[in-house]
């Protein structure tokens, strides 16, 4: 069984992540932070790791870009996660009761027009993740207040689901990267995701981006990440896609000799997006 470290508890969307990612031969390790969990990694204390990088609604974790670099982690695969959210409360409490909701940021972000709709008056209580929003819940018997997440977390922690479907936008999706401190190097790998720095000189990133068009090499992906002391400098994430080895061998090549500086962050599958 595999140990994987996630930023969260058991009930969680990063724990429903590691499940389908690997088949549900995992023991789920729960960290508070993102920082935690890749000290895990650092430390060989788990196998591998799962972290959210983007949600389709809230964007990208930009944060986490940095730490993966700032551990050297290796990008070993990805994972896309179709979210539904849900209103969970106690037995016997009704949406007139609810004055307060608990969840974590991002999944508050992604029900905003359902809560502004149904609890416009309601506080809104950030925590760490969904799952742990659920448990506080019922472990504290909170008669006027509700949890957002899944339905598993609700089972898991013996709320009710008072309604479903609750997420602003349907086609709501949370993609994670799978991460260990030693890549291994997988066959058949048609993804790829790379960080770069260019000068500061016209042209420099149209440049490395036209490398890429020039090989067929499909880009998924741009991300600018702030260079932290130096302002207005950054670093680019991005994610390419080939159909042909060749091409993305001779793309980095070429690419190596307009960029500053190059990491190859890991080379993996392309996960794909389940239409719901
Ligand atoms: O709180 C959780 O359950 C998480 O796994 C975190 C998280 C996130 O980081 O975006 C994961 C998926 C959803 O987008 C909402 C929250």
Redesign the pocket.
Known sequence: MKRIA???IA???????ARKYFEDDVEVVECKTFTTVCEMIDADKVDFAVM?IE?SI?GS?LNNYQLIRDFHLRIIGEIY?H?QMNLLVNEGVTSADIQHIH??P??LQ?CMEFIESYYPNAKLHEK?????SAKLVAEEKMINAAAI??LR?GELYGLKTLETGIETNKK?Y?R?LILSKHGNPTKGTNKASVCFEVGHFYGSLARVLNTFAENQINLTKIQSVPIIGKPNEYTFHVDIEWENGENYDRAIHQVLKSASSLSILGEYKRGEIQNQ
């Open positions: 996630i930023q969260g009930g969680s969307f990063h724990e429903d992540a959210a949600n809230a974790l996660l979210i969840s974590h991002i999944a992604q760490l993740d969904t799952a742990a997440g899944n977390s709501n949370t994670f």
